[in-house]
């Protein structure tokens, strides 16, 4: 299995613009997870889903950002309308046993 | 979820044994210690976890002190490909529950 995957590695988009992060988790996998890194604040916990199902979005911090799953090999992060302050390393992972495994991320730069 | 301490960096020759500690006195008899890594702008790495004995695996091992308030992390051999932050996370459930912290910073030093 060539492991999570995300795209874009690096996305540069313009303050107001919408942006879509992807992510395709781990075949069998039936648990994801999108997280958000910063210097400030670490990884935070934005959202998980299990079966597809979002389970706890309390991370989320506004409704800018949205999250879906439409089916088991594929989830997407949503931010509209982007703000500089969203730039940040965007990680999603899956998971099927208990520890999780990684992406690589997305690193978002909001101008 | 109980909370953990780590001391923020620790330096470590190659070639040698890293032990990187973490206190979680307030953890509870149903949570396990997870361990991950995070090496310079990838994501974190799984690493091990247990309960309350003992754990290895072919990465590390792990070191949980009989009234499982701290705990031990031992790279026995450390290389510079290990140069990462550690980061020691108490969790009941696992993945969907993990709270990073800050975590170690570890320097192997040629």
């Known amino acids: 299995d060539a492991g999570v995957i995300q795209s874009p590695r690096h996305e540069v988009t313009e303050m107001g613009q919408e942006v879509t992060l992807r992510c395709k988790p781990i075949?069998?996998?039936?648990?994801l997870f999108w997280y958000r890194q910063t210097m400030m604040r670490g990884l935070e916990l934005l959202i998980y889903f299990n079966n597809n199902v979002p389970i706890d979005d309390s991370g989320m911090p506004e409704d800018r950002f949205s999250a879906k799953m439409p089916n088991a090999s594929f989830s997407t992060l949503k931010i509209q309308p982007s703000e500089p302050r969203d730039s940040a390393v965007y990680f999603c992972?899956?998971?099927?046993?208990?520890?999780?495994?990684f992406g690589q991320g997305t690193r978002l730069t909001v101008v | 979820d109980a909370k953990t301490t780590q001391p923020p960096s620790m330096d470590c020759a190659e070639g040698r044994a890293a032990n990187l500690p973490c206190n979680h006195s307030?953890?509870?008899?149903?949570?396990?210690v997870y361990w991950y890594r995070q090496i310079h702008s990838q994501g974190p790495q799984y690493i091990i976890h247990?309960?309350?004995n003992n754990e290895t695996n072919e990465m590390a091992s792990l070191i949980i002190t009989e009234d499982r308030k701290s705990s031990t992390l031992i790279l026995p051999h450390a290389t510079l490909r290990d140069t990462a932050v550690y980061y020691c996370?108490?969790?009941?459930?696992?993945?969907?529950?993990?709270?990073f912290g800050t975590g170690t910073r570890l320097t192997v030093i040629p």
């Open positions: 247990g309960l309350k």
């Open positions: 307030t953890i509870s008899g149903n949570e396990y």
């Open positions: 996370i108490v969790s009941r459930t696992g993945a969907n529950n993990l709270f």
């Open positions: 992972a899956s998971s099927l046993t208990g520890y999780a495994f």
């Open positions: 075949s069998g996998h039936d648990y």
